[in-house]
């Protein structure tokens, strides 16, 4: 299938930037192309690590207030430690850096999970998964976010005999992606 982008226009440029295109691409449905205005939010890629303490077999997630969420009901959600990527950055030193300032721990090692789009109907942003272990001797300081960033993050452990109950509380997407590749892997004994 084949796509043209016949313009581009930035239309805001925020912190959020939004571009407006205009869109020609082919159909399945007929020959005749479809031709499409559409404004998608420009944002670089992220990275997201789900951290696991393997001294107490323990997921280390944080939670925070979230604008988005709070509009749907509760404002506080639990979720990966995750950040935005510095441009020309490499992922694994922006969870190594994330991972210090959100919940106070070194990292002994990194494994790649999977990159997905976060909603690729409306951004360009990527999230680069990660699963990293660790251990109670790595926690160097409180962790909690960056105070100039006004960052409030409570960290948030779980034992992973309790996973499979705590899940069900879990809304974050990418939470959940890196919680169910937990699962299979610890069930397939190849990891842990």
């Given amino acids: 299938m084949k ?111 999977q990159r997905v789009f976060v909603s690729p109907g409306w951004t360009t942003e990527r999230i680069n998964i990660y699963f990293a272990t660790t251990n109670s001797t790595l926690k160097v300081s409180d962790g909690g976010g960056v105070e100039s960033e006004q960052e409030d993050i409570r960290i948030v452990k779980i034992n992973i005999e309790l996973l499979d109950n705590f899940m069900e509380s879990i809304h974050d997407a990418k939470t959940l992606i890196a919680l169910l590749w937990f699962q299979w892997n610890v069930g397939k004994n190849q990891i842990i």
Avoid at 17 to 40: C, F, G, M, P
Avoid at 98 to 108: D, F, P
């Fill in 3 to 113: 796509f043209e982008i016949l313009e581009k226009e930035r239309v805001f440029n925020q912190y959020l930037k939004i571009d407006a295109y205009q869109v020609q691409h082919e159909r399945y449905s007929t020959k005749e192309n479809a031709n499409k205005n559409l404004e998608v939010a420009a944002k670089g890629d992220a990275c997201a690590a789900l951290v696991y303490e393997t001294d107490t077999k323990s997921i280390l997630l944080i939670e925070q207030f979230r604008l988005p969420s709070a509009i749907h009901g509760n404002g506080w959600i639990t979720e990966l430690v995750a950040g935005t990527m510095e441009e020309n950055e490499d992922p694994k030193e922006t969870m190594k850096r994330e991972i210090l300032e959100e919940i106070g721990y070194q990292v002994e090692s990194f494994e790649f999970i």
